[in-house]
T-cell receptor, first 114, second 110 residues
Framework: DVKVTQSSRYLVKRTGEKVFLECVQD?????MFWYRQDPGLGLRLIYFSYDVKMKEKGDIPEGYSVSREKKERFSLILESASTNQTSMYLCASSLRGAGGETQYFGPGTRLLVL | RKEVEQDPGPFNVPEGATVAFNCTYS??????FFWYRQDCRKEPKLLMSVYSSGNEDGRFTAQLNRASQYISLLIRDSKLSDSATYLC???????????FGQGTTLQVKP
């Protein structure tokens, strides 16, 4: 069974703080993704990675960065948190190639920036 | 225009009812299509893929109309446990990226 875990279910941070969201998958998937989900807007892709040390911008990368030093771990970084980054953050992973269309999601991190 | 559009609902139906959701996509080059299900305060999970010829999985039937660029999901004999948000998902290319609709909320009442 694929397992994707995220470091926190709930986080409260202050404006200007640096925030790290960690995601780990145990299925040796090449692809990893970070989304945010907001009411009325659905899931929006922030960044993704096809391999270790590789990263690609998604649709809304501004204000975020990522790190993929190991295959199983994909970190999302908010360099200086702002209130408009209050959201649900979801990490996902998938295989490269055949079967890669199925993404497996972590449980999500609800981030509140005050 | 959003790349994938869904009616957000909510759809409120009684148990046993048949309910259908539609979804339209804007990129005619889209390659693969899916329905994901998301329970309240949980992560999305794959419900089923959508094939050109249409496909069925128990009480769920998915259809794809490439000419009109829409996808549908039909749920027969609705159960209380079907209450969830159903996300229409499209892959624009072979990149592994998914484009999500905002979801349609279904509430099945006793």
């Amino acid at each position: 069974d694929v397992k994707v875990t995220q470091s926190s279910r709930y986080l409260v941070k202050r404006t200007g703080e640096k925030v790290f969201l960690e995601c780990v998958q145990d299925m040796d998937h090449e692809n990893m993704f970070w989304y945010r989900q907001d009411p009325g807007l659905g899931l929006r892709l922030i960044y993704f990675s096809y391999d270790v040390k590789m990263k690609e911008k998604g649709d809304i990368p501004e204000g975020y960065s990522v790190s993929r030093e190991k295959k199983e771990r994909f970190s999302l970084i908010l360099e200086s948190a702002s209130t408009n980054q209050t959201s649900m953050y979801l990490c996902a992973s998938s295989l490269r190639g055949a079967g890669g269309e199925t993404q497996y999601f972590g449980p999500g991190t609800r981030l509140l920036v005050l | 225009r959003k790349e994938v559009e869904q009616d957000p609902g909510p759809f409120n139906v009684p148990e046993g009812a048949t309910v259908a959701f539609n979804c339209t996509y804007s990129n005619s080059a889209s390659q693969s299509f899916f329905w994901y299900r998301q329970d309240c305060r949980k992560e999305p999970k794959l419900l089923m893929s959508v094939y050109s010829s249409g496909n069925e999985d128990g009480r769920f039937t998915a259809q794809l109309n490439r000419a009109s660029q829409y996808i549908s999901l039909l749920i027969r004999d609705s159960k209380l446990s079907d209450s969830a948000t159903y996300l229409c998902v499209v892959t624009p290319s072979n990149t592994g990226k998914l484009i999500f609709g905002q979801g349609t909320t279904l509430q099945v009442k006793p």
